[in-house]
């Protein structure tokens, strides 16, 4: 008897634990019955329920009590997926619902062509958000890489300056493209470089002075011009570190992406 009420004891104080941390998560509850739980980017499209909010992926509506909801938005950043949250009444909800249930249902024909356009769309401003004269990496859909400095974006185009060439890529057969977001400055080595680069320039300048013997004053002329050949070598070498630094961003496509971009 006594290891029965032990149990039912232990039965009872899980139970009421189990109600305890229901009741401290908040629920999730739908905007309509034409969305459900989960706003997807096709839905925020046709019912224009987030068109402030760039990139948007997916949306979920919590109740978090006192008339109180949360919404928890995911949206593409520069190829990431990051979270904003924000909050509404319950009457500023019940306004978005009714909004969105006075609208047609979303059919299947309208998802395709939605998809289609914010492929296109996020791709596009992805693209036109990295700085011109850019180092980056283009794998092509057929395997080939191409590597150089991004000129432009233009008719679809991915204009690259290599080496020896311009080379013109449609974005539908950009497999990937490895880029850096931003190019962090690192001010503490910038000093140090130009004094390194100017010294090595007057070095090399004395060596030349040796070798030739020239007048005393070609001499300091020899010496000034490498010290300008120098420090202009040292401010290409900071930009070099400064984008060698930079952390790699890397967004690839599926090759039905990719066809969603060529039609």
């Given at each position: 008897?006594?290891?029965?009420?032990?149990?039912?004891?232990?039965?009872?104080?899980?139970?009421?634990?189990?109600?305890?941390?229901?009741?401290?998560?908040?629920?999730?509850?739908?905007?309509?019955?034409?969305?459900?739980?989960?706003?997807?980017?096709?839905?925020?499209?046709?019912?224009?329920?987030?068109?402030?909010?760039?990139?948007?992926?997916?949306?979920?509506?919590?109740?978090?009590?006192k008339?109180?909801?949360?919404?928890?938005?995911?949206?593409?950043?520069?190829?990431?997926?990051?979270?904003?949250?924000?909050?509404?009444?319950?009457?500023?909800?019940?306004?978005?619902?009714?909004?969105?249930?006075?609208?047609?249902?979303?059919?299947?024909?309208?998802?395709?062509?939605i998809?289609?356009?914010?492929?296109?769309?996020?791709?596009?401003?992805i693209?036109?958000?990295?700085?011109?004269?850019?180092?980056?990496?283009?794998?092509?859909r057929?395997?080939?890489?191409?590597?150089?400095?991004?000129?432009?974006?233009?008719?679809?185009?991915?204009?690259?300056?290599?080496?020896?060439?311009?080379?013109?890529?449609?974005?539908?057969?950009?497999?990937?493209?490895?880029?850096?977001?931003?190019?962090?400055?690192?001010?503490?080595?910038?000093?140090?470089?130009?004094?390194?680069?100017?010294?090595?320039?007057?070095?090399?300048?004395?060596?030349?002075?040796?070798?030739?013997?020239?007048?005393?004053?070609?001499?300091?002329?020899?010496?000034?011009?490498?010290?300008?050949?120098?420090?202009l070598?040292?401010?290409?070498?900071?930009?070099?570190?400064?984008?060698?630094?930079?952390?790699?961003?890397?967004?690839?496509?599926?090759?039905?992406?990719?066809?969603?971009?060529?039609?």
């Amino acid at each position: 008897m006594l290891l029965l009420n032990r149990n039912f004891t232990f039965f009872l104080s899980y139970i009421l634990i189990l109600a305890s941390l229901s009741a401290q998560t908040p629920d999730i509850i739908p905007l309509s019955k034409k969305v459900g739980l989960t706003v997807d980017a096709e839905e925020n499209v046709f019912f224009r329920i987030f068109p402030d909010i760039d990139g948007f992926y997916s949306a979920q509506f919590y109740d978090v009590g006192k008339n109180n909801i949360i919404i928890q938005i995911v949206f593409i950043e520069f190829s990431q997926r990051s979270v904003r949250r924000r909050s509404l009444t319950m009457r500023e909800f019940i306004e978005l619902q009714q909004r969105v249930d006075l609208q047609p249902h979303i059919t299947t024909h309208d998802r395709e062509g939605i998809s289609n356009n914010l492929t296109y769309l996020t791709t596009i401003n992805i693209l036109e958000s990295i700085p011109p004269d850019q180092f980056i990496i283009i794998k092509h859909r057929t395997g080939k890489k191409v590597r150089g400095a991004l000129i432009g974006v233009e008719k679809r185009q991915l204009r690259i300056q290599t080496p020896i060439s311009v080379e013109k890529i449609p974005i539908w057969d950009m497999a990937s493209i490895t880029y850096r977001k931003n190019i962090r400055e690192l001010p503490k080595l910038k000093g140090f470089l130009y004094a390194l680069s100017a010294l090595g320039g007057v070095i090399l300048a004395e060596l030349w002075n040796e070798q030739t013997r020239p007048r005393i004053d070609q001499v300091w002329h020899f010496r000034f011009i490498g010290t300008v050949l120098g420090m202009l070598v040292g401010a290409e070498a900071y930009e070099a570190v400064n984008i060698i630094s930079s952390p790699k961003t890397f967004l690839a496509l599926t090759p039905e992406e990719m066809d969603k971009l060529k039609n």
